[in-house]
Antibody, heavy 116, light 110 residues
Framework: QVQLKESGPGLVQPSQTLSLTCTVSGFSLTSNSVHWVRQPPGKGLEWMGGIWGDGSTDYNSALKSRLSISRDTSKSQVFLKMNSLQTDDTAIYFC??????????WGQGVMVTVSS | DIVLTQSPALAVSLGQRATISCRASQSVSTSSYNLMHWYQQKPGQQPKLLIYDASNLASSIPARFSGSGSGTDFTLTINPVQADDIATYYCQQSRELPYTFGAGTKLELK
């Protein structure tokens, strides 16, 4: 069945780079797009960006200068890298599959705290 | 960016109808699709897709959930509300990038 699972460090120091991995199963990365969505504690959802089946990417313009999304299809993994982290980047980071232009499967999310 | 506006909270009684609205700052409809989707999120959990393309029930979602609307005005209806439906509900548009979400409507018991 379709599954997504995020992994990465729970704590990142300010100004450092966040690296997260989304490992997927049950579907092909070349046939579906995978996106990253984050949620600060107690707040709403923010679309960060995504990687399409053809490998192209799109980013939220608010994060574009700091964000990079890539993938390794042989390992069924999607990667997020975001630099220059600040405290307001503290959030739960979700990866999610897009189908029919909506997000049908989500990972459980990984909590990332930006703090020294 | 397309801004989606939701009321922060809605209080309902069990067994009654709940109507949650979402208004977009510009149309999210094409000639073929209404690109508005609804998600349910409970504390400590990931969002769950309820409705896609404004009115299509996602897989395994009970029929008491329904969606309607086009253009800029959309509605999620839960009828009848059950205790398990107490959660926060988000609308999301995919008409154009960046994809955007509403701020969420917290469904509470009256």
């Amino acid at each position: 069945q379709v599954q997504l699972k995020e992994s990465g460090p729970g704590l990142v120091q300010p100004s450092q780079t966040l690296s997260l991995t989304c490992t997927v199963s049950g579907f092909s990365l070349t046939s579906n797009s995978v996106h990253w969505v984050r949620q600060p504690p107690g707040k709403g959802l923010e679309w960060m960006g995504g990687i399409w089946g053809d490998g192209s990417t799109d980013y939220n313009s608010a994060l574009k200068s700091r964000l990079s999304i890539s993938r390794d299809t042989s390992k069924s993994q999607v990667f997020l890298k975001m630099n220059s982290l600040q405290t307001d980047d503290t959030a739960i980071y979700f990866c999610t599959r897009e189908i029919y232009s909506s997000f049908d499967y989500w990972g459980q999310g990984v909590m990332v705290t930006v703090s020294s | 960016d397309i801004v989606l506006t939701q009321s922060p909270a809605l209080a309902v009684s069990l067994g009654q109808r709940a109507t949650i609205s979402c208004r977009a700052s510009q149309s999210v409809s094409t000639s073929s699709y209404n690109l508005m989707h609804w998600y349910q999120q409970k504390p400590g959990q990931q969002p769950k897709l309820l409705i896609y393309d404004a009115s299509n029930l996602a897989s395994s979602i009970p029929a008491r959930f329904s969606g309607s609307g086009s253009g800029t005005d959309f509605t999620l209806t839960i009828n009848p509300v059950q205790a398990d439906d107490i959660a926060t509900y988000y609308c999301q548009q995919s008409r154009e990038l960046p994809y955007t979400f509403g701020a969420g409507t917290k469904l509470e018991l009256k």
